[in-house]
């Protein structure tokens, strides 16, 4: 016990408890400014099916959209927008892997459009592929929290049927939130915080 608190009490025990102390302030300032210019381009999604394997019960009946011929039609919406403090300029997107909403297998995608973006000054558009498998996003830059509601319309049945994919430099591959299983049934809000907050329906 003795050995205990002469340690406590002697200075090289002070002088080292300090520097933890200020080496673990340090860090803690690094990592707050890192995250701070961190650019993390993320997702999210809800779908809603509207025709599923028709054929198997209406082998006689024919769908349509536009002029092609469907047997399973959904309507998903997707959420893309920065959520780090760091600018995701347009040149900052990889030309080898470019930012996209793909389609997976054989699923093709009908129709796309921008619902809504909260930000006019980042120009986000959209661009579908010539085989219809690949919805290319575009803007010129996404500051924090900035992005844009898109809605699709393709032949799968689900949200499964649909990824984001592509490589931001100094902030990888997109990543997927989850929306609040709770209310993503029938009508989802989701906040993103621009100027207090901005509310998306996604249903």
């Not at 050995?3 to 200020?22: E, G, I, K």
């Not at 990592?31 to 394997?53: G, M, Q, T």
């Not at 430099?169 to 907050?197: C, D, F, H, N």
């Amino acid at each position: 016990m003795d050995t205990l608190s002469r340690t406590v009490q002697s200075p090289l025990f002070s002088l080292l408890l300090a520097l933890v102390t200020v080496f673990s302030v340090v860090l803690s300032f690094i990592f707050y400014f890192r995250s701070r210019r961190a650019k993390e381009p993320c997702w999210a999604i809800h779908s809603n099916n509207l025709v599923r394997d028709f054929r198997a019960k209406l082998p006689d009946l024919n769908i349509q959209y536009g002029n092609e011929e469907v047997e399973n039609l959904t309507v998903a919406k997707v959420l893309f927008w920065n959520r780090g403090g760091g600018t995701i300029n347009s040149d900052d997107i990889a030309e080898g892997d470019p930012l996209r909403v793909e389609a997976t297998g054989a699923l093709r995608i009908l129709d796309a459009k921008i619902l809504q973006a909260n930000s006019p000054a980042s120009q986000f558009k959209v661009r579908l592929d010539r085989d219809r498998n690949a919805l290319f996003l575009e803007f010129d830059f996404l500051d924090k929290n900035h992005g844009a509601l898109l809605q699709l319309i393709h032949s799968g049945t689900s949200s499964t049927d649909l990824v984001v994919k592509g490589t931001v430099k100094g902030g990888g591959t997109p990543k997927r939130k989850e929306l609040p299983q709770a209310i993503s049934r029938e009508r989802v809000l989701y906040l993103l915080g621009v100027s207090g907050m901005w509310l998306m329906t996604l249903s």
